[in-house]
């Protein structure tokens, strides 16, 4: 039995007490000593600008050489980034889309990402039923989704509303196989899977300020090696001619100290003992959907133990639009005192909880006590 309290797990943030936080997916929290490495570095820049600005590039290169191998990713073949969205862009750029291409992605993918998708070709949605019982029936209805014209397949590898594996190894396997070219958004993959990289996708890319622990405006992206050329730079720079990885990361005097930061992030998790850390999340997230779940009306989708993420789907009353889930969130949070994800797909609304080294299940107890009476009152 795992046990559901880490100890010294809320004395390494710095949260506010105002609400509770059961949300780490979305934005996650900036450990005290990551916070602290960034704050010495910003030191360091304030203290001689010239030094700082003319070494960083070196110094950006050695942080995601340390990264990139922590995830088991090549150095050479992985960019510092802002965060999943740039790097979404970034990569849809380097393919060269045109509007006759068709972008496979799924209705569980995240709003921005598909977005930068339908700035550059045709996109063909397949509808996802959230109680899909396993990975296999989610494999199965992507490649049913798969046309004669289809070019690219952007994919989550875990799906940010319904907390579930899609861009498996095995559907990357059939993909590739059928010529697609693969994009895996891994947003939330760092810090939770052993091998975010599973199944060698031509494009991943995962923010680390969620659950790697870094500070927010992280994220890496990797490229295989026939598309890194065509990795366009966000801005014209001093490293243009250095080329992929360098003339990506490089944007000038922009603030660094975030990505430099980010190493200590992953320093930490291994430090706390990452298996640890992950049986200690899911299991608390799993906790928590169990208490829910006993709501009515509040049913439990398929989960994953590798997860430190639960989503339940809602009675049909409740974020039955975009529009009525952010409303319903932030009723949550400020009639309740809770930070939940509260998301809507075509035809059914639900909750994502999560479960982080500073909650306790006191907390997930609070919640279903406090959430029950609010749904009964609609």
């Known amino acids: 039995m795992v046990n559901l309290i880490?100890?010294?797990?809320?004395?390494?943030?710095?949260?506010?007490?105002?609400?509770?936080?059961?949300?780490?997916?979305?934005?996650?929290?900036?450990?005290?000593?990551?916070?602290?490495?960034?704050?010495?570095?910003?030191q360091e820049a304030d203290d001689d600008p010239d030094a700082f600005f003319v070494g960083v590039p070196d110094r950006v290169a050695h942080a995601r050489a340390r990264i990139a191998t922590g995830l088991g990713a090549d150095p050479e073949g992985a960019a510092l980034v802002a965060n999943a969205t740039e790097a979404a862009n970034l990569a849809l750029d380097a393919l060269r889309l045109t509007p006759d291409d068709e972008v496979l992605v799924t209705d569980h993918g995240y709003g921005t990402v598909v977005a930068a998708a339908a700035r550059r070709a045709r996109v063909v949605t397949v509808a996802l039923d959230p109680a899909l019982p396993d990975e296999e029936a989610v494999r199965k209805a992507v490649l049913a989704g798969l046309t004669p014209r289809t070019r690219v397949?952007?994919?989550?590898?875990?799906?940010?509303?319904?907390?579930?594996?899609?861009?498996?190894?095995?559907?990357?396997?059939?993909?590739?196989?059928?010529?697609?070219?693969?994009?895996?958004?891994?947003?939330?993959?760092?810090?939770?899977?052993?091998?975010?990289?599973?199944?060698?996708?031509?494009?991943w890319f995962g923010n680390l300020h969620k659950w790697a622990y870094a500070p927010p405006g992280s994220a890496l992206l990797t490229a295989a090696p026939a598309h890194r050329d065509r990795v366009p730079a966000p801005v014209p720079s001093w490293e243009d001619d250095r080329g992929f990885p360098r003339a990506v990361e490089y944007r000038a005097t922009v603030d660094?100290?975030?990505?430099?930061?980010?190493?200590?992030g992953l320093d930490l998790?291994?430090?706390?003992?990452?298996?640890?850390?992950?049986?200690?999340?899911?299991?608390?997230?799993?906790?928590?959907?169990?208490?829910l779940a006993r709501l009515p009306g509040v049913t439990p989708l398929a989960s994953d133990p590798r997860l430190p993420m639960r989503s339940l789907r809602l009675p049909p009353a409740f974020a039955r639009t975009p529009a009525e889930a952010a409303a319903l969130r932030e009723e949550i949070a400020a009639r309740l005192g809770f930070r939940v994800l509260i998301w809507s797909l075509p035809g059914v609304g639900g909750i994502r909880i999560c479960g982080q080294i500073y909650?306790?299940?006191?907390?997930?107890?609070?919640?279903?006590?406090?959430?029950?009476?609010?749904?009964?009152?609609?």
Do not use: C, M
């Open 6 to 42: 880490f100890p010294g797990g809320a004395e390494l943030f710095r949260l506010g007490t105002r609400v509770t936080h059961l949300n780490h997916g979305s934005f996650g929290a900036v450990p005290v000593p990551v916070a602290e490495a960034q704050r010495r570095l910003a």
């Open 153 to 203: 397949a952007l994919l989550d590898q875990i799906s940010s509303p319904t907390a579930r594996f899609i861009a498996t190894p095995a559907l990357l396997a059939d993909l590739k196989e059928r010529g697609v070219v693969t994009v895996v958004d891994g947003a939330h993959s760092p810090g939770t899977l052993a091998e975010p990289l599973a199944g060698e996708p031509d494009f």
């Open 256 to 264: 660094y100290t975030g990505w430099l930061a980010a190493p200590d």
């Open 269 to 291: 998790l291994a430090r706390l003992g990452p298996a640890h850390v992950r049986d200690h999340n899911s299991a608390l997230a799993g906790h928590g959907a169990e208490l």
């Open 359 to 378: 909650n306790v299940p006191e907390e997930y107890e609070r919640l279903a006590a406090a959430l029950g009476p609010l749904l009964d009152g609609r």
